[in-house]
């Protein structure tokens, strides 16, 4: 063990403490804090890890320079691939990481403010979502397909500058390379934990050429896409919609080309991808779990819609102040799916929107409850998340009752975790409401 490491549970040689992790890590983690304390230490396979289990230790530690860094060791993405690790939003460190952080906040900033391209992008969106649902004609139907495929579509309008047809080739080559690659940063992250694994089973070693075949694929995709942005802004009056890539190429001409140079953009979109479509997609799915679990609270919702505003029009951003309580759903009720310590919550193991309302039934954001992280590191994509939860969300249970086909069960106990913790697949039917 390290010097100074803290006390944590005993480990075995080189897998350390993974196989005690299970298939539900965040709930092994949260009964060590209670034996080892706020801070312990464990191993993932022979990789020391502090977990720290305590609001303001976690919110003093993420706001210091010093834990910024990250691992650029990678199985798949290594230095001499076409896309290696290092490059980036998520995997960056540095001034490399400083600037394009800077960089991405503003830039989707300028996106959400004026006119507001981003919201009208987003509702547009939500209207193809729920005309999809409605032609399911109430029949079950499991959304995650066409939800991933919506929330996807934001990150293209947002980095492209247009979005794609369902059915358009090349939504379903990017999409797909986006989900392969996906999996290639599970595996890979389970390789670097338990290297050995790249040793024996055919199919690990199999799956990491392939995974860098992909990667490669991906690369020229994106090249593709740059390639073709580059000659539309060029031949076409641009549309006036501060794109990602638009906004990159500016910046280029602007500063020195080796900071803002192809590799940085490719590793950036592939991020923007990486972060904001699953994360924002399976908390939309999660809201949906909560409402059949609690009907009644689906219920209010509705209620409440109906009353402040009207089912019959689309939710906007300015209707979020006059519907708190659904926007308590939105935000904070999926996403504090398992609060780790009680020690901020009172039955933390309820879902219980009216936690994140005030006496006044105005929205508040309790300390601990940090799903988009603090400090340094935090999810620069956090204003347009909550932006997408709440239209993606509010305007589904505006326009649709949400039931479970007959004899089927449906429980947020059945879930699996691997980037982020997701419910297992399940059907429901949508009943529209008006
Ligand atoms: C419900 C939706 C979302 C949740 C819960 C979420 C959560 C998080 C969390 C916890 C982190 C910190 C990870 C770490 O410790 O390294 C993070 C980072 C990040 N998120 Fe999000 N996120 C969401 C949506 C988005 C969206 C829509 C975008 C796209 C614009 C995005 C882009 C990013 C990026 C680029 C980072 C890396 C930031 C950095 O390392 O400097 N996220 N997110």
Request: glycine share 6%.
């Amino acid at each position: 063990r390290p010097a100074n490491f803290p006390p944590g549970p005993p480990g075995i040689p080189f897998l350390g403490n993974v196989l005690s992790l299970g298939s539900k890590p965040a709930e092994k983690m949260t009964e060590w804090s209670k034996k080892y304390g706020d801070v312990f230490g464990m191993y993932s396979g022979r990789k020391p890890v502090v977990v720290i289990n305590d609001f303001r230790t976690l919110r003093k530690i993420f706001s210091e320079d010093s834990a910024s860094g990250r691992s650029t060791n990678s199985v798949v993405r290594r230095e001499n691939s076409p896309f290696p690790s290092g490059i980036g939003l998520i995997g960056s460190q540095g001034d490399l990481w400083k600037t394009h952080r800077r960089f991405a906040l503003s830039t989707l900033r300028d996106l959400g403010m004026g006119k507001n391209w981003m919201e009208d992008t987003i509702i547009a969106e939500v209207e193809g979502l729920c005309q999809a649902l409605r032609e399911t004609n109430q029949k079950p139907f499991d959304p995650k397909v066409q939800l991933t495929n919506s929330v996807s579509n934001v990150i293209c309008a947002i980095i492209f500058g247009k979005r794609f047809e369902l059915t358009d080739p090349k939504f379903s080559r990017l999409t797909r390379l986006v989900a392969e690659n996906m999996a290639i940063i599970k595996l890979d992250f389970l390789c670097q934990i338990i290297p050995f694994l790249l040793w024996f089973p055919n199919s690990v070693r199999t799956q990491i050429l392939q995974g860098r075949a992909n990667i490669t694929a991906l690369t020229e995709f994106m090249k593709e896409m740059i390639a073709d942005h580059d000659v539309s802004s060029r031949t076409e009056h641009h549309s006036g919609a501060p794109d990602y890539l638009y906004a990159y190429q500016k910046e280029k001409s602007k500063t020195r080309e080796e900071t803002f140079d192809e590799l940085q953009l490719v590793g950036s979109l592939f991020d923007l991808f990486a972060a904001g479509t699953e994360t924002t997609s399976t908390t939309i799915l999660w809201a949906m779990v909560f409402m059949i679990e609690n009907p009644d609270v689906m219920k209010k919702v509705q209620k409440e819609i109906d009353d402040k505003v009207g089912r019959d029009h689309v939710l906007t951003n300015a209707d979020r102040s006059r519907l708190p309580y659904t926007e308590a759903n939105d935000t904070g009720g999926p996403a504090l799916r398992k609060p780790c310590a009680s020690r901020y919550w009172k039955n933390p193991e309820h879902f219980e929107p009216n936690r994140f309302l005030d006496s006044e039934q105005k929205l508040i954001r309790p300390d601990g409850f940090v799903p988009f992280s603090i400090g340094k590191r935090a999810c620069l994509g956090e204003a347009l998340a909550k932006m997408e939860l709440f239209l993606f969300i509010a305007n589904l249970l505006r326009c649709f009752t949400l039931e479970l086909p007959t004899g089927e069960t449906l429980s947020h106990e059945d879930y699996h975790s691997s980037l982020v913790d997701s419910p297992n697949p399940f059907t429901l039917i949508f009943t529209s409401r008006f």
